[in-house]
């Protein structure tokens, strides 16, 4: 079974930048369709970003990021990526990677299995 590691959250102003990792223990990343959610307290978790497995796949955005974020993959490494420009207070959220598994629904968080322990990003104004 995969095990995911999120790391790269952290404390920055608005405007600032940050990059999270996802980091796969083990099994055939290169074929893993990969997502990034977030949650706050009291609210449930929130599709951010998916990218599909083949080179070339499709990317897909929630709308408050787009412009903002890129999410993309390194094979050789096992890891996915999310990067995060012209941060705002409104990001401020622990973000999750999970394995989009089912469905060809991805922004659809039930589609997705193997979550990570996630990482705290908080953006100050």
Same mark, same amino acid.
């Given at each position: 079974?995969?095990?995911?590691?999120?790391?790269? /959250?952290?404390?920055? =102003?608005?405007? *600032?930048?940050? @990059?999270?990792?996802?980091? #796969?223990? &083990?099994?055939?990343?290169? $074929?893993?369709?990969? /997502?990034?959610?977030? =949650?706050?307290? *009291?609210?449930? @978790?929130?599709?951010?970003? #998916?990218? &599909?497995?083949?080179?070339? $796949?499709?990317?897909?955005?929630?709308?408050?990021?787009?412009?903002?974020?890129?999410?993309?993959?390194?094979? #050789?490494?096992?890891?996915?990526?999310?990067?995060?420009?012209?941060?705002?207070?409104?990001?401020?959220?622990?973000?999750?990677?999970?394995?989009?598994?089912?469905?060809?629904?991805?922004?659809?968080?039930?589609?997705?299995?193997?979550?990570?322990?996630?990482?705290?990003?908080?953006?100050?104004?």
């Amino acid at each position: 079974q995969v095990q995911l590691a999120e790391s790269g /959250g952290g404390l920055v =102003q608005a405007g *600032g930048s940050l @990059r999270l990792s996802c980091e #796969a223990s &083990e099994g055939t990343f290169s $074929g893993y369709d990969m /997502g990034w959610f977030r =949650q706050v307290p *009291g609210k449930e @978790r929130e599709f951010v970003a #998916a990218i &599909e497995s083949w080179s070339g $796949g499709s990317r897909y955005y929630t709308d408050s990021v787009k412009g903002r974020f890129v999410i993309s993959r390194d094979v #050789a490494k096992n890891t996915a990526y999310l990067q995060m420009i012209a941060l705002r207070p409104e990001d401020t959220a622990v973000y999750y990677c999970a394995v989009h598994t089912r469905g060809n629904n991805y922004y659809y968080e039930p589609n997705y299995e193997y979550w990570g322990q996630g990482t705290q990003v908080t953006v100050s104004s």
